[in-house]
C-alpha cells in the first residue's frame, strides 16, 4: 500500500466519521427525556443533574410533577435543598420563593418582587412509571413522547433497575444496538456463543432503526436474551425478546420487553433507566427478582466496557484514531447518523 492510498483511506475514513455522533457531539434538546421514575417525584424536592442542567423536581398538590431549574437565580443556591409550600419552592439560602412557572413570588427582604425574576419550567409529561421532560427550545409536544403503549400497561409483571454511567450516552445507544456482544462482553452472565453467528435482519426507515438476530440456542440461565433492538429516540431503546419453541413451530410462547430509558447528563455520564417486562410466569415476584438481579449482572458489564471507552478516549485525546467499521454495525451507524443530522439541526438553528 502506498503512502498516497494510506493518506487517501485516512481522509476518507475521517469524512465518513464527520457524519456519525460521537461521544463530544452536542446534546440533542429537542427531545424528551426521562428525568425520574413516578416514584421518585414526592411532595420532597429532589435534585438530579441531565442534559447539560441541574434540575430540581417534586410533586404538586394535584399530585403532577413539577421540574424547575434547580439554581435558584438569587445566588445559584440549588433549590432540591429547599421546601415545598403548596405547589411553591423556597429556596432555604435567603428564602426566595418560586411557583410551578418558575415565577419568583416571595422576595422575605422586601415586598417587590421583579417580574423578570424566574427559574425555568420545564414542560413535563407523566406517564407511570417514568416522569418524561422537554428540555428543547422549540415547543413541546407531549403526542412526541416516546412512551410505548406496552411500557408500565396492565397484564405484564415488571422489574426494574437504574444505573449511572461514566460514559457517553452515544456508546450506550450502540451497544444496545449490536447485541453481538452477547456472546463476549456477557460470556458468564446471559451471553451464548450462538449469538455473534446469529443471523441478522436491519430495518432503517427514517429515525426507526431495528436490529432483529434470529438466534437458536439453549436458553441461558436468566431466560430468552433480547433479540430485537429498537432506537425510538435519543431517550429511549427498546429490546424485544420473542421466544419460540423452534420444533414445535408454534408462535411465541413468551415475551419479554426491556425499555432502555437513557438520559444524558452530561456528554460525560448518563444516566440509564431499565424497566423490563414479561407476560409468563406473572404473579411471580421470585422471578422479577430473579431477572432484576441478573439483568443488574449483565448490565454492570455494559457499565464496565462503556466507561473503560470513556477512559481510553480521554487518555488518547490527542491522537488520532479512526474506527473500523464492520457489516454487523449497521444499526449503530444508522443511529449515530440520525443522532449527528439531529444535532446539526440545532446547531444551525441555534446560530440563526
Ligand atoms: S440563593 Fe436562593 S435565595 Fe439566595
Ligand atoms: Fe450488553
Redesign the pocket.
Known amino acids: 500500500v502506498t503512502r498516497l492510498q494510506l493518506e487517501t483511506r485516512r481522509r476518507s475514513a475521517a469524512s465518513a466519521a464527520e457524519h456519525l455522533a460521537n461521544a463530544t457531539t452536542p446534546l440533542i434538546r429537542d427531545a424528551w427525556y426521562v428525568v425520574a421514575t413516578s416514584e421518585e417525584v414526592t411532595r420532597e424536592p429532589r435534585g438530579r443533574d441531565v442534559m447539560e442542567t441541574s434540575v430540581v423536581f417534586y410533586r404538586g398538590r394535584d399530585g403532577n410533577p413539577i421540574v424547575l431549574q434547580n439554581r435558584?437565580a438569587?445566588?445559584?443556591?440549588p433549590l432540591a435543598q429547599g421546601t415545598v409550600e403548596d405547589d411553591t419552592l423556597r429556596?432555604r439560602?435567603?428564602?426566595?420563593r418560586y411557583d410551578r412557572e418558575g415565577r419568583c413570588v416571595e422576595i422575605p427582604m422586601q415586598s417587590h418582587v421583579p417580574a423578570a425574576l424566574r427559574v425555568r419550567a420545564y414542560p413535563v409529561v407523566e406517564r407511570p412509571p417514568l416522569v418524561w421532560v422537554w428540555f428543547g427550545e422549540a415547543a413541546s409536544d407531549p403526542v412526541q413522547v416516546p412512551h410505548p403503549s406496552w411500557l408500565g400497561a396492565p397484564g405484564w409483571d415488571r422489574y426494574a433497575g437504574y444505573l449511572e454511567i461514566a460514559g457517553s450516552y452515544v456508546h450506550l445507544h450502540e451497544n444496545l444496538l449490536d447485541l453481538s456482544h452477547l456472546s463476549f462482553l456477557h460470556a458468564t452472565t446471559f451471553g451464548t456463543p450462538e449469538y455473534a453467528r446469529a443471523p441478522v435482519e436491519v430495518a432503517v426507515d427514517g429515525s426507526d432503526i431495528q436490529a432483529w438476530r434470529h438466534v437458536t440456542c439453549e436458553l441461558p440461565d436468566i431466560y430468552a436474551v433480547p433479540l430485537g433492538s429498537q432506537f425510538i429516540s435519543p431517550g429511549l431503546h427498546v429490546n424485544t425478546g420473542h421466544l419460540k419453541n423452534l420444533e414445535l413451530a408454534t408462535a411465541a410462547i413468551a415475551t419479554v420487553r426491556v425499555a432502555q430509558v437513557i438520559t444524558p447528563a452530561s456528554r460525560e455520564r448518563t444516566h440509564y433507566w431499565f424497566v423490563g417486562h414479561r407476560d409468563f410466569a406473572l404473579g411471580r415476584p421470585d422471578i422479577d427478582d430473579f431477572m432484576q438481579r441478573a439483568q443488574y449482572a449483565a448490565f454492570a458489564e455494559d457499565q464496565f466496557a462503556i466507561e473503560e471507552i470513556a477512559r481510553l478516549e480521554r487518555i488518547e485525546r490527542a491522537c488520532e484514531f479512526s474506527e473500523a467499521h464492520l457489516p454487523s454495525d449497521a444499526p449503530g451507524i444508522a443511529m449515530r447518523r440520525r443522532l449527528k443530522k439531529l444535532a446539526d439541526r440545532e446547531t444551525v438553528r441555534g446560530a440563526t
Open positions: 435558584c438569587h445566588r445559584s443556591f429556596c439560602y435567603h428564602g426566595l
